[in-house]
């Protein structure tokens, strides 16, 4: 059975309207999972009624604010087949043309996060867009050396960071943590899932969103065990560093966070539980703020 969903969720945080864009979803595996014992990764996932093998969600975000449109990450594009590279139909559903995307903030130069950048033929996806994106990624994916020492099932990764950055070579700044790359928007390092990996900080008002990247890849394992890691981590203890840092920041901040591989529509804030965490899905209502009067 289908069930139906638009694929694009609003939510309004101060003067920014950020909608979730899902991609897809594919089929992944709990042998991913480092760091945790399969058999507990499989209960975990049944105790939350989840379907086993697990769905990996795919998301990327679109911010409008002033004028702006920006996008954070661009989704699989053609890498995945027809299951994945949903994001440019929800664009076009909202009415935005990838002419008018001034601006992409890269989390990192995974194929689910980049190459999405580009079309059939390998030209630029979005026209008039600037690339932000820190500067240990390019540094890294793009290093013949480094693509040259990778485990030969990791090499294709770099390939696919050389053809999806290449259109936009001209026009990539690169940034460090802690830099605001637009107005009212930070970036914030989580190195380990790959060395330049970054989350983007959005504060309008009194408002605040985090959308964090790939901080969690399987919500119904790594909030309970933190400890988990992925296979695709660059580093996996600093990976593990980042996450522990950000759950506690988010939870004793109580931050609304967005994340590209939480379930859709993907915001909701971490909660402490025992050792670990849980995450609590944002209610949807049916108005941004106040009370309903329709």
Known sequence: MTIANPGYHHLQVGDVLVTSLNDGQFDASTS???????????????DSFRVLPPRITVS???????????????????AFGGIMGHAPERLAALGVAPAAIDTVLVTHAHVDHIHGLIDAEGKAAYPNAELVINAAEPAFWLSEANAAQAPEGRREYFDIARRALAPYRD???????????LPGITSRHLPGHTPGHSGYMIASGDQTLFIWGDVVHLPGIQFARPEAGMQFDIDGDQARRSRADAFAMTASEKLLVAGMHLDFPAFGHVVKHGSGYWFEPLVWAPTATGPFTG
């Open 32 to 46: 991913l999972v480092v760091g945790v014992p399969q058999a507990d990764c499989e209960a975990l996932l049944r």
């Open 60 to 78: 990327c975000f679109l911010l409008r604010f002033g004028g702006r449109h920006v996008l954070v990450d661009a989704g699989t594009g053609t």
């Open 171 to 181: 026009r990539t700044r690169t940034v460090q943590g802690g830099t605001e790359v």
